[in-house]
């Protein structure tokens, strides 16, 4: 008779699924841990059991969730729209094999948030609420490394550009969400429960181009642009038309406070400070030096 709970993650060679999985193997025993991946030849590094789930083949996600007790269910990064029905896959085979917990990563004040992807994630939250298995909702903040993906092209720039004005922006490092999608799998009394998860300390583009410049000696200044000019200034740099207004829209979403929370749940969740923005710059740029 099995005697020790199954977690399974969805998503697990994504870059938040590897680390949950790698946090995951130093609180657990490994075989209770499954990794649910599209690829299983790529999930041969994490040293876990994996097993092939699909979002767009339901009929691996049955096989995949045979056993499992507990889900986590990473987010799709499927298109919008195409991500809620990718989401309904798994949640019906979640309903079919007996999983008995669900968590899932959702976006920062998913109910009132003025992001576009945000509806997505409403409609999810929805699924989720009647499937009739207990749910917690991780409703993650804006990962910091976002950011510091744009630091090569705003030092051959010139500039840092963008269309955030003045918002706050409650960030933290993906280990942070890693870390708190961990403290919930691993301890009671979550099921049921709504996390909001930012960054202790908020910043604006300004912030960000003032720290860039001062680890690198070079000056960055923020220009703050119209969103649709931000959005056209993206595709001229090759992004592709659709995700160039998306980042465009999460700008100016950002600028009325889609990204700013202070309530330090994320903090307490992991039982430590988020960490700082210049932290995640300076690993950003050692990693690309």
Not at 12 to 24: E, F
Not at 279 to 285: D, E, K, N, P, W
């Given at each position: 008779?099995?005697?020790?709970?199954?977690?399974?993650?969805?998503?697990?060679?994504?870059?938040?699924?590897?680390?949950?999985?790698?946090?995951?193997?130093?609180?657990?025993?490994?075989?209770?841990?499954?990794?649910?991946?599209?690829?299983?030849?790529?999930?041969?590094?994490?040293?876990?059991?994996?097993?092939?789930?699909?979002?767009?083949?339901?009929?691996?996600?049955?096989?995949?969730?045979?056993?499992?007790?507990?889900?986590?269910?990473?987010?799709?990064?499927?298109?919008?729209?195409?991500?809620?029905?990718?989401?309904?896959?798994?949640?019906?085979?979640?309903?079919?094999?007996?999983?008995?917990?669900?968590?899932?990563?959702?976006?920062?004040?998913?109910?009132?948030?003025?992001?576009?992807?945000?509806?997505?994630?409403?409609?999810?939250?929805?699924?989720?609420?009647?499937?009739?298995?207990?749910?917690?909702?991780?409703?993650?903040?804006?990962?910091?490394?976002?950011?510091?993906?744009?630091?090569?092209?705003?030092?051959?720039?010139?500039?840092?550009?963008?269309?955030?004005?003045?918002?706050?922006?409650?960030?933290?490092?993906?280990?942070?969400?890693?870390?708190?999608?961990?403290?919930?799998?691993?301890?009671?009394?979550?099921?049921?429960?709504?996390?909001?998860?930012?960054?202790?300390?908020?910043?604006?583009?300004?912030?960000?181009?003032?720290?860039?410049?001062?680890?690198?000696?070079?000056?960055?200044?923020?220009?703050?642009?119209?969103?649709?000019?931000y959005a056209?200034?993206?595709?001229?740099?090759?992004?592709?038309?659709?995700?160039?207004?998306?980042?465009?829209?999460?700008?100016?979403?950002?600028?009325?406070?889609?990204?700013?929370?202070?309530s330090h749940q994320l903090?307490?969740?992991?039982?430590?400070?988020?960490?700082?923005?210049?932290?995640?710059?300076?690993?950003?740029?050692?990693?690309?030096?």
């Amino acid at each position: 008779m099995k005697n020790q709970m199954t977690i399974a993650i969805t998503g697990a060679t994504g870059q938040l699924g590897q680390l949950v999985v790698n946090r995951l193997k130093e609180m657990i025993p490994g075989d209770t841990i499954v990794a649910l991946v599209r690829s299983i030849q790529k999930a041969t590094t994490l040293d876990v059991e994996a097993r092939e789930a699909d979002y767009d083949k339901p009929e691996t996600l049955t096989r995949a969730l045979a056993g499992v007790d507990t889900l986590l269910l990473i987010s799709s990064g499927g298109e919008t729209g195409r991500r809620v029905i990718q989401h309904r896959h798994v949640i019906e085979a979640a309903k079919q094999t007996g999983v008995q917990w669900i968590v899932y990563t959702s976006v920062l004040q998913a109910d009132i948030s003025t992001l576009g992807l945000a509806e997505d994630h409403r409609t999810t939250e929805a699924d989720l609420k009647g499937a009739g298995i207990p749910v917690t909702l991780l409703r993650n903040g804006w990962y910091t490394e976002n950011y510091t993906g744009t630091i090569p092209g705003a030092m051959a720039g010139g500039s840092l550009i963008g269309s955030a004005g003045d918002g706050k922006i409650s960030s933290a490092a993906r280990a942070d969400y890693a870390d708190a999608a961990v403290a919930v799998l691993t301890s009671q009394g979550h099921q049921g429960k709504i996390y909001e998860l930012a960054g202790d300390h908020a910043w604006t583009l300004s912030d960000l181009a003032a720290e860039i410049s001062q680890q690198t000696g070079k000056t960055i200044p923020y220009v703050n642009m119209p969103e649709a000019d931000y959005a056209a200034a993206l595709v001229s740099l090759g992004l592709p038309d659709g995700f160039a207004h998306a980042i465009a829209g999460w700008d100016a979403a950002a600028s009325g406070g889609a990204l700013f929370d202070d309530s330090h749940q994320l903090s307490t969740l992991i039982g430590r400070p988020t960490t700082p923005l210049a932290v995640t710059i300076a690993q950003a740029l050692q990693a690309s030096s």
